[in-house]
């Protein structure tokens, strides 16, 4: 959960989670629970019943940037996200883990299972590994393979009908973000349709910064993340929009985005470190994980190349005959 006195103080800040519902998914303590979200909702129902106030446009409380067991680096269920990012009252999830959408449509398909989909709209997301850094696909409708460059990419994600979005760009202590070349190359083509201007786990601030004035600079709308890879991390980054339920209405609404943010402890690191040797050990033993396919599918053959054959060693000259050692050119 947000920490007291963490709140971002980039850019237009939002409010956090204040929508919520009373669900019915299975309890470690087998007793059903009422978020604190959702009570706020209630009571605030209540107050406009009696005075008469208007109510207000129903809001949208989003985080666009989450991983699940089925990335790597994370052993989180999709049981223990719904029921925490229920609690904690986002409406909107975009799951995206490393190279597949086999996270987000098993997220989805739980959510329907349970019977809260209703409830929590799960978005298919993606964090593509291009060969220019990594970029995230929303609204997809199959895993994007890794290798092709950011412009491919881009490209591909909005033939699917998806938007782009930019994770953690300016991060320099994650290899795998986006290079600032390929990275204004896609701002001014116009590929790009959000920037992760506030990431949880970006470790310092002006990093976050840096992404904020790009964004600015190149007149991108502007999202906060939470990235998160483990349950305690839910919900850290928010996005509060009007009510969509479409790339097309996402992408209109994103201007009027207003979000607010809270900084991970740089120990979430750690997690993933955990994730990632537990995965391999699990795997190691014979167990089945959902992260099997580590880096997604293989990229597509760009080239094809004749094979080269050897000649038999019977067509080649005998170096100890004098005649065809003279007939060499």
């Given at each position: 959960m947000p920490r007291r006195g963490e709140r971002a103080e980039l850019g237009r800040r939002g409010h956090g989670p204040c929508t919520g519902a009373i669900h019915d998914l299975p309890q470690e303590s087998g007793e059903q629970r009422v978020s604190l979200a959702a009570q706020t909702v209630a009571a605030r129902a209540g107050v406009r019943e009696k005075t008469g106030a208007p109510r207000t446009t129903p809001k949208a409380f989003a985080d666009f940037h989450i991983h699940t067991r089925f990335s790597r680096d994370s052993i989180l269920s999709e049981d223990k996200f719904i029921r925490v990012a229920l609690e904690r009252g986002l409406t909107h999830v975009a799951i995206t883990n490393h190279n597949n959408v086999e996270g987000a449509i098993a997220v989805r398909d739980r959510a329907q299972e349970l019977g809260v989909d209703d409830q929590l709209t799960v978005i298919l997301g993606e964090e593509v590994s291009t060969v220019d850094g990594e970029v995230v696909g929303l609204y997809l409708h199959h895993t994007i393979p890794r290798g092709l460059s950011a412009d491919e990419t881009a490209d591909e994600i909005h033939r699917q009908g998806g938007l782009v979005s930019i994770p953690h760009p300016f991060d320099p202590f994650r290899g795998s973000h986006i290079r600032e070349?390929?990275?204004?190359?896609?701002?001014e083509a116009?590929?790009?349709?959000?920037?992760?201007?506030?990431?949880?786990?970006?470790?310092?601030?002006?990093?976050?910064?840096?992404?904020?004035?790009?964004?600015?600079?190149?007149?991108?709308?502007?999202i906060a993340c939470s990235d998160s890879h483990a349950s305690y991390e839910i919900a850290m980054s928010t996005n509060a929009l009007p009510l969509f339920g479409s790339a097309a209405e996402l992408r209109a609404v994103l201007p009027q985005n207003?979000?607010?943010?809270?900084?991970?402890?740089?120990?979430?690191?750690?997690?993933?470190r955990y994730a990632v040797w537990s995965n391999i050990v699990r795997r190691w033993m014979g167990r089945e994980?959902?992260?099997?396919?580590?880096?997604g599918p293989e990229p597509p053959a760009r080239f094809e190349h004749e094979p080269i054959e050897r000649p038999d060693r019977r067509e080649l000259p005998d170096p100890h005959d004098p005649e065809a050692s003279s007939n060499r050119g």
């Open positions: 070349v390929p990275l204004t190359r896609l701002a116009g590929k790009i349709d959000a920037v992760e201007v506030f990431n949880s786990r970006v470790t310092f601030q002006r990093h976050n910064l840096r992404a904020a004035e790009f964004a600015a600079r190149y007149g991108l709308p502007a207003q979000w607010h943010a809270s900084r991970s402890t740089i120990l979430v690191h750690l997690t993933t994980t959902a992260a099997a396919p580590v880096l």
